[in-house]
């Protein structure tokens, strides 16, 4: 796990260098662990459970492939439908079935109102340096 421990400090300490706020206490308070757990990870003595390793990579924005040293790209490129493209050439375009239109429709739907939920407010915002 050295390419672990040495991506998650690496992009932890990217981000600090643009953010103060990224701190190993401020990782660890995110993903809910202790900060001396999170140090463990960074020095790589402790592995994360996969369930830790997918809220770093998402709370990093950069793939669990990129932090497991899978890939050097740290993030997937995705297809975005051009200006005016329907959802309909979405699902065309990639042979989705009616059942995984209605799974994808409804996860996506539960995602929007957890996510106007959780919106920070202005004086909830980190402020940068």
């Known amino acids: 796990m050295d390419d672990f421990s040495e991506r998650l400090k690496y992009t932890r300490e990217s981000k600090k ?3 103060d706020n990224w701190t190993q206490q401020y990782v660890a308070e995110q993903i809910g ?3 001396s757990t999170y140090t463990a990870y960074e020095r790589g003595t402790k592995q994360p459970s996969l369930d830790t390793v997918n809220a770093l990579a998402d709370l990093l924005d950069v793939s669990v492939d990129y932090l497991l040293g899978r890939t050097e790209k740290t993030r997937y490129p995705y297809y975005q439908s051009a200006p005016g493209q329907s959802l309909e ?13 209605a799974y994808l429709e409804e996860e996506l739907e539960k995602y929007r109102r957890l996510k ?11 402020k940068k340096g």
């Open 17 to 19: 260098e643009i953010e």
């Open 116 to 126: 106007q939920q959780w919106k920070p407010t202005p004086d909830e915002t980190p």
């Open 89 to 101: 050439a979405f699902y065309e375009d990639r042979n989705i079935s009616v059942d995984e239109r």
């Open 33 to 35: 662990v202790a900060r």
